[in-house]
């Protein structure tokens, strides 16, 4: 297929670049929808949009995210592996809508929330609406053109949040949440069809339905188990406690959703292709692991830890104390974010030396451990949930460092050895913000306070990185100063 693009995509920053603006951009945003929109609707509105992205987020992420990949691993792509992917999930995405319809009541009995009805019979369309971006998605990937991406992300949060908050404050309710996301997702299909040099049809052909299905199996398994180890885990909590304190636990993920997204997806996104050129070269392979690995963690463990230190002031300053059971959930969580690096990254490279098989028994396992630390925790309460769920990235670390030993023959220096100087200096910052708390807490508090941390903490970061990563302190400034 001729990939040259009939309307050229002009891009000054670099793929990683473009996502992380994109990416920071649109957490930002939710971050500020969500200030607004959580002390006026409460924990059960965003317990009862938990429930229903459980069905729906299965048929939005699985089929159209491994389809994405799988077109992405094609190492010939033509126009009909395009057209035959957007025809096959899109009529998988349907019939799931129609089952999911069909079954809204059902599952409200269930869960003992029978407002779950009305809103899955209305979001059942949802999955086909995603499904319809998986090839254009595929398609900026393959080209390194990220700018795409980041536009049809930024315009459609600001659409979709837009109609959110109008619908919020005229007393919508949780149907302010609905509508926001079906504005969303079909803005988001227009603006990246809009945008990339791809023809919008159906169409079918085996042989291309064939080639894509090679790939697609082993990544689907992978797309399977990462949803389950993200939704089943709500799902099961759902039953246990009811709408409000998933709506706690989901305030409490999605901060830490919000961080990964920022400081590890673009990474992992554009790792996932760069890594390819490396797929028989070892020695390369390991240098481009360890700077991937490098730029993740330092960017995401003064987050992580800091974020911690600070959530009990944050939540004071933002939230009503209908949320406040959340706060020691909140610290847990953000602070298992730093072992997502490792299976990130270990992913990353499996997908990327075409080890498909090898990253979805990775996944398999990931989900399984979720699945029983749920089961376990559940009954337990929101604190000590947190606290199994959390140590689940932790203690299966292993896991993803031996297949990256066996298959890919890098030793766990590279990956693990990478992460020690951020981490000492997130640790040291953690501390150091920790102490000037117990110090200002008796005479600064509420928005003052806050701000105070966050800058002593920044500072005191980046005086670390500066003593243990002079390299890498050097060369971001150097990066950072203005081309003359």
């Known amino acids: 297929m001729d990939t040259a693009p009939r309307v050229k995509l002009r891009a000054r920053l670099s793929p990683t670049s473009w996502l992380t603006t994109k990416t920071v951009f649109s957490q930002i945003f939710a971050i500020l929808l969500f200030a607004i929109q959580a002390p006026l609707l409460g924990p059960k509105a965003f317990g009862l949009i938990s429930l229903v992205m459980v069905f729906i987020g299965f048929c939005e992420f699985v089929p159209c995210e491994a389809a994405s990949d799988s077109l992405i691993s094609v190492r010939e792509a033509e126009e009909e592996h395009f057209a035959t992917t957007t025809t096959a999930i899109v009529a998988f995405s349907l019939l799931f809508g129609v089952l999911i319809f069909i079954g809204a009541d059902w599952l409200g009995k269930v869960l003992a929330a029978p407002e779950l009805g009305p809103i899955l019979r209305v979001m059942a369309i949802l999955p086909a609406l995603t499904a319809v971006s998986a090839a254009p998605t ?25 109609v959110g908050l109008v619908l919020t404050l005229t007393g919508f309710g949780v149907w302010a949440l609905v509508w926001q996301a079906l504005v969303t997702r079909l803005v ?4 990246l069809w809009k945008t990339v040099p791809l023809k919008f049809r159906f169409g079918f052909s085996r ?6 299905l090679r790939y697609a199996a082993p990544t689907l398994v992978s797309r399977v188990m990462n949803w389950g180890g993200g939704q089943i885990p709500r799902f099961l909590l759902g039953l246990f406690w009811g709408p409000t304190p998933l709506g706690l636990f989901s305030l409490a993920s999605k901060l830490t959703e919000v961080l990964l997204e920022v400081t590890v997806v673009p990474r992992y996104a554009v790792a996932r292709v760069e890594l390819r050129r490396f797929a028989g070269d070892p020695v390369g392979l390991a240098a481009a692991l360890r700077k991937a690995v490098t730029l993740m963690s330092v960017f995401c463990f003064p987050l992580c830890v800091g974020g911690a230190v600070v959530v009990p002031t944050l939540f004071h300053v933002w939230l009503d104390p209908r949320w406040y059971a959340g706060i020691i959930a909140t610290q847990i969580l953000l602070l298992a974010c730093m072992a997502q690096i490792t299976h990130y990254c270990a992913g990353a490279t499996l997908l990327a030396c075409n080890f498909q098989k090898a990253e979805a028994i990775g996944s398999v396992v990931q989900t399984l451990t979720t699945v029983v630390a749920v089961l376990i925790a559940a009954p337990f309460g929101i604190t000590v949930a947190a606290a199994v769920i959390g140590g689940r990235p932790v203690a299966t670390i292993p896991v993803p460092v031996t297949l990256l030993k066996r ?15 951020a981490l000492a200096a997130a640790l040291v910052m953690g501390v150091g913000v920790w102490l000037l708390q117990l110090e200002t807490a008796p005479w600064l508090s509420g928005i003052t306070e806050l701000l105070l ?6 500072a005191l970061y980046a005086l670390m990185i500066a003593l243990l990563m002079p390299g890498f302190a050097a060369q971001f400034i150097r990066r950072s100063q203005p081309a003359v």
């Open 138 to 162: 595929a398609f900026t990937k393959r080209e390194m053109q990220f700018g795409p991406l980041a536009l049809r992300s930024i315009i459609s949060m600001l659409v979709g949040g837009v």
């Open 188 to 191: 988001i299909a227009v603006v």
């Open 207 to 212: 042989r291309h339905f064939n080639d894509v």
């Open 407 to 421: 298959k890919c023959g890098l030793s766990p220096r590279v990956i693990l050895g990478a992460q020690v100087p």
């Open 453 to 458: 941390l966050v800058v002593a903490g920044a």
